[in-house]
């Protein structure tokens, strides 16, 4: 299993940018999905995650401004983040999981900074 995340950078508070994460060897319909972030210094967070079904489940902090959704023809995971604070600067990291194993992409760097 591999994933590939992309789509980080520096944008200014208030932008959107929109993550990807490229996944072979699991097929991403099926499974469970993830996003987490660590900031510097602290613990890697999860940011959101889509289970197989289609549900859905956001911490706190990013609900209504962060989107994770799944095109199932390119087998990736997306995260639209919008109206984006310092806060959220971090390496995001995609995860997936399947019969009980996890699966850990290199992460992408978002920052947040005027």
């Known amino acids: 299993v591999q994933l590939q995340a992309s789509g980080g950078g520096l944008v200014q508070p208030g932008g959107s940018l929109r993550l990807s994460c490229a996944a072979s060897?699991?097929?991403?319909?099926?499974?469970?999905m993830a996003w987490y972030h660590q900031a510097p210094g602290k613990q890697r967070e999860l940011v959101a995650e889509l289970t197989f079904d289609g549900s859905t489940n956001y911490r706190n902090s990013v609900k209504g401004r962060f989107t994770i959704s799944r095109d199932s023809a390119k087998n990736t995971v997306y995260l639209q983040m919008n109206s984006l604070k310092p806060e959220d600067t971090a390496v995001y990291y995609c995860?997936?999981?399947?019969?009980?194993?996890?699966?850990w992409g290199k992460g992408t760097l978002v920052t947040v900074s005027s």
């Open positions: 060897g699991i097929i991403v319909a099926r499974n469970y």
């Open positions: 995860k997936a999981r399947r019969f009980g194993m996890e699966y």
